[in-house]
């Protein structure tokens, strides 16, 4: 005789003492255990009560984490189990593979009707990665205005303020009272859930000004939006790039800007709460981009992952060549002294390390526009500096250590020439190279990695033999 009606029950049960408040957190931050083994069993046995109770009643952040802690399977089938329960937005907190895997699996009819329900902001989010072809099947079954504002939204080129606006804002004219506007503010349903600005226009929707909200509560009944409206606090051009909007936030301090097109007009309103993540999908970036792995994120196949590394593997690759060729040219030398080739990695080594921190903190000071033309003499005098110091501390000691583990004093003065040398190297090539990059368009946290190892090996490598064939008269 089958338990399965009561093993339920018991899921509930104790899943009701054990996550109290949808805590699903384990004290690491990751989902826990116990709350995935009663959700992969609840979904094994197609147990939607369970489902309704315990994983639809989560936090959109909170059903995301969830999402991607189970295997693509239980995923799907969770998913399908939960029907129009499933709060679609939990697809903005997941990544892109995550993301069009579940919905590829879903009916058009059902995400028309979740993004209906959503901030137009999250909407896009969702469509943008589709094909055109389900866009436009999806953003059909849309009502007009809804279809219009996010078609507008999807007009504007990836990764700008106008794709991570909302289209949903306050917006009132000069000559209405502080009254009046309170009054449309409690009767029209169709305003955002929440909103910290109210915007001031004119006829032809360009933008005149601002009043914040704490403002109009301060402000009696009659007195004229106009008089107490204040210049728009740094408005954001919606071709703007987002890193760009971000940086603006985070200079002036703004919670919310107005987003506007070429003629002024206002289209839009950007948040914080889209800027936090922008800042954080950005600083994602730069850090996999100076690893050389692009846009790979942890969903991806065996195969795509494969292929976004392996285009730099393959410069790389030849970098190596250039520098074991390098080494070629002093084969004599490293013949009659094998101490040359125990210690020229060392050489090497020290100075990628070098490199990589001055050239990981120009990248980071590039894109935080903290470094420009103005300032960037000074910023190299400072790396060529360090790196003399740091070259001259670390010579000596490896002089030292080389001289007495191979009882020559003449080879460890060369590896310390040569240490100096690489170290110096390794700090202009650290703030030359992406400056440089920048300077002709390229993107610096992709390729300044696989260069500034090629210039610090192949200085490495010929500093190092090059004063000992040199100094031992090896030809």
Do not use: C
Not at 433 to 447: C, R, T
């Amino acid at each position: 005789m089958s338990n399965t009606g009561d093993d339920m029950d018991t899921r509930v049960l104790e899943a009701d003492d054990a996550y109290d408040g949808a805590d699903i957190y384990a004290e690491d931050g990751s989902v826990r255990s116990d709350y995935l083994m009663h959700v992969g069993a609840a979904i094994a046995d197609r147990d939607v009560l369970y489902l309704r109770q315990h994983v639809a009643r989560l936090h959109a952040s909170e059903m995301g984490d969830l999402l991607e802690a189970i295997n693509p399977e239980q995923r799907r089938a969770m998913v399908s189990l939960l029907g129009d329960d499933f709060d679609l937005s939990a697809l903005t907190e997941v990544d892109e593979a995550i993301r069009m895997d579940i919905v590829e699996h879903l009916p058009n009819e059902q995400i028309a009707a979740a993004l209906g329900e959503m901030d137009s902001d999250d909407a896009v989010y969702i469509l943008e990665d589709m094909d055109q072809e389900d866009q436009e099947a999806i953003l059909a079954k849309l009502p007009f205005t809804e279809r219009v504002r996010l078609r507008r939204s999807l007009d504007y080129p990836e990764s700008t303020a106008g794709r991570r606006m909302q289209t949903e804002f306050v917006a009132v004219p000069p000559f209405w009272t502080v009254g009046q506007t309170i009054d449309y503010m409690r009767e029209d349903t169709e305003l955002p859930e929440s909103f910290t600005q109210i915007f001031v226009i004119d006829p032809t929707f360009r933008l005149l000004g601002t009043i914040d909200l704490d403002r109009i509560l301060r402000t009696k009944r009659s007195v004229k939006i106009e008089s107490i409206m204040r210049e728009t606090n740094h408005p954001v051009p919606a071709e703007m790039d987002q890193e760009e909007a971000a940086q603006v936030f985070e200079q002036y301090n703004l919670l919310s800007a107005a987003v506007v097109d070429e003629n002024q007009r206002l289209v839009g309103v950007l948040t914080i709460d889209d800027v936090v993540d922008v800042i954080q999908e950005e600083a994602e970036e730069d850090i996999m981009r100076l690893g050389g792995v692009g846009d790979e994120e942890l969903s991806d196949t065996v195969l795509d992952t494969s292929r976004s590394r392996v285009v730099w593997l393959m410069v790389n690759l030849f970098t190596a060549m250039l520098a074991a060729s390098v080494i070629g040219l002093f084969d004599k030398a490293i013949e009659h002294i094998v101490a040359l080739a125990v210690l020229m990695p060392i050489v090497a080594g020290m100075g990628g390390n070098a490199g990589s921190q001055t050239m990981t903190v120009t990248v980071r000071a590039l894109a935080t526009r903290d470094l420009d033309i103005h300032n960037a003499f000074r910023v190299i005098r400072r790396e060529a500096g360090v790196g003399l110091i740091n070259g001259a501390l670390f010579g000596l000691l490896i002089g030292l250590a080389a001289g007495t583990w191979f009882q020559s004093p003449e080879i460890g003065g060369i590896i310390a020439t040569a240490m100096l040398i690489n170290m110096i190297a390794a700090a202009l090539a650290g703030i030359f190279i992406p400056l440089l990059l920048d300077k002709f368009g390229a993107d610096p946290a992709v390729s300044s990695a696989v260069f500034v190892t090629t210039v610090t090996d192949v200085t490495g490598f010929f500093a190092f033999l090059g004063l000992a064939s040199w100094w031992f008269g090896i030809h």
